[in-house]
């Protein structure tokens, strides 16, 4: 098993939105990937623990993971960290100790993406994991100690390597 791990949010980072937005009543499956998304996940999934972190409750963890199956990905992903198993949403402390607890790894070897500055980045990055702000809707960047901003999938690898991850 790897030493480290790649989080991911759900709406926005991997998938285009939530199912609930799109009035969608037959679930995640019908949910189109955000541009770049499956090919970034197929090549860190190499390298990296991969799971996902997502404050949706709409269904359960399976659910979401079997979302993954048409796109290709579903092995990929080790585990989904939901607000419903952890009993808060992201960014409470107590959502992020409930993923470093279950990963058993310490919070430097953790990277969330997300889309939410606030609820992926900042609460990660809050009790010391390292956090990739996804943001496809601005110019705007957020470079701290263990911040990275990407605009698109094609930066990713380059952010974790600037984290110090190779």
């Known amino acids: ?27 995640w499956s019908t949910v189109p990937a955000v541009d770049g998304a ?13 799971a996902l972190a997502t404050n949706a409750s709409e269904s359960g963890d399976e659910a979401m993971l079997d979302a993954f199956a048409p796109l290709g990905i579903r092995e990929c992903f080790s585990a989904v960290y939901s607000y419903g198993g952890a009993g808060h949403p992201k960014p409470w402390a107590e959502f992020w100790r409930y993923v470093l607890d279950n990963l058993k790894l310490p919070p430097e070897r953790v990277v969330m993406v997300g889309d939410s500055y606030m609820d992926d980045i900042w609460g990660a990055t809050e009790v010391g994991m390292n956090g990739i702000w996804f943001n496809q809707h601005s110019d705007e960047r957020k470079e701290k100690k263990r911040i990275r901003t990407i605009h698109s999938y094609a930066e990713l690898n380059a952010a974790l390597v600037s984290l110090g991850f190779s």
């Open 38 to 50: 499956v090919d970034a996940v197929r090549t860190v999934s190499k390298s990296w623990r991969v």
């Open 1 to 27: 098993m790897f030493d480290r791990a790649l989080l991911f949010d759900w709406g926005g980072t991997l998938m285009q939105t939530m199912p609930i937005y799109l009035g969608e009543k037959r679930g």
